[in-house]
């Protein structure tokens, strides 16, 4: 059974920094591409950053310089680390890993960056 859980988050200052955890299992971990996701209130849900199984990433032009995504293969952990955030970061972050044909999410993980 896939299972992404999510730790970290929370609310911050424009300006301050957070970082996001989200553990994988289930799976054999460094194969496969991990995504970090947002959802902003009335919006939809919105690629933020991925990583390749090997090591390649991209980012949503949005947060290009600001946020950094990282995995560690040992601990089957996919990082976010958020700097210099901005209000419009504002919302639900999630981790998804497409396995077996299907997406897998992690459960959610709110964000509140206040002017």
């Known amino acids: 059974q896939v299972r992404l859980v999510q730790s970290g988050g929370g609310s911050v200052q424009a300006g301050g920094s957070l970082r996001l955890s989200c553990a994988a299992s289930?799976?054999?971990?460094?194969?496969?591409?991990l995504n970090w996701h947002r959802q902003a209130p009335g919006k939809q849900r919105e690629l933020v950053a991925l990583?390749?199984?090997?090591?390649?990433?991209d980012y949503a032009d949005s947060v290009k310089g600001r946020f950094t995504i990282s995995r560690n293969n040992v601990r089957n952990t996919v990082f976010l680390q958020m700097n210099t955030l901005k209000p419009e970061d504002t919302g639900v972050y999630y981790c998804?890993?497409?396995?077996?044909?299907?997406?897998?999410w992690g459960q959610g993980t709110q964000v509140t960056v206040s002017s």
């Open positions: 998804k890993v497409r396995a077996r044909d299907r997406d897998f």
């Open positions: 990583i390749s199984a090997e090591g390649t990433t």
């Open positions: 289930g799976i054999n971990f460094r194969l496969y591409t």
